[in-house]
């Protein structure tokens, strides 16, 4: 939809945006639409990049919340792109695992009293994790990639793009430091999320 030179303090990339329409349409499955920004820096096509597919998170990526470890990744994955000279960096729209901010807020107020991320979004009536990662696969394929090293610990984006024929060469682990506010998520995301981690 979209594409403009992007300089930023990790170094400089090329910014596209990406709309995509997913579902059919039928039997009450409402046709989505979904957009999503790919930073892309240096040459990626002369040997598999860096890859990092990255959902919106307000409270973190913004006001640097400690709930969570979305900021600390975020600001890896351009570190380590940057340091690499060349990756695609995904960010797309899907705010609370895919619940929505408003959601995702109602989800704090429960996990204050006592739940984890994972019970409060069924409280609500959410999958644990909403999101299918149907557009970060259809955009690394516009991006006339076919092999990727995925920077991620999450199992389900690797399967997400192994399924959309995308091979992951590797998955590069993105841990970063535990605050207390974020441990408890955190071994929420590895026990059960099944989030791969060296440390926990």
């Not at 989505?32 to 598999?48: N, Q, Y």
């Not at 009293?113 to 394929?141: C, S, W, Y």
């Not at 006339?144 to 920077?151: A, F, M, Q, R, Y």
């Not at 995301?189 to 981690?197: C, D, S």
Request: with cysteine; proline share 4%; net charge negative.
């Amino acid at each position: 939809m979209a594409e403009a030179d992007f300089p930023t303090r990790w170094g400089h990339f090329r910014i596209h945006g990406f709309e995509g329409h997913f579902g059919d349409g039928t039997l009450g499955n409402d046709r989505r639409k979904e957009e999503a920004v790919a930073l892309v820096m240096g040459d990626i096509h002369s040997a598999p990049p860096l890859v990092r597919i990255h959902s919106q998170c307000l409270t973190g990526d913004v006001f640097g919340s400690l709930r969570c470890d979305c900021r600390q990744q975020l600001e890896m994955a351009l570190r380590m792109i940057g340091e690499a000279g060349a990756g695609v960096l995904l960010y797309e729209q899907q705010e609370g695992r895919g619940i929505g901010l408003m959601p995702k807020l109602q989800a704090y107020g429960l996990q204050d009293q006592g739940m984890d991320t994972v019970q409060a979004n069924v409280e609500l009536g959410f999958k644990a994790d909403h999101r299918e990662f149907q557009l970060p696969a259809e955009i690394l394929k516009a991006l006339g990639l076919k092999e990727v090293k995925l920077l991620s610990n999450n199992p389900q984006k690797v399967a997400a793009l192994e399924s959309a024929g995308i091979k992951v060469v590797e998955r590069v682990p993105c841990e970063v430091e535990a605050h207390a506010a974020s441990e408890r998520y955190l071994n929420t995301k590895k026990e059960k999320l099944g989030h791969l981690f060296t440390e926990r």
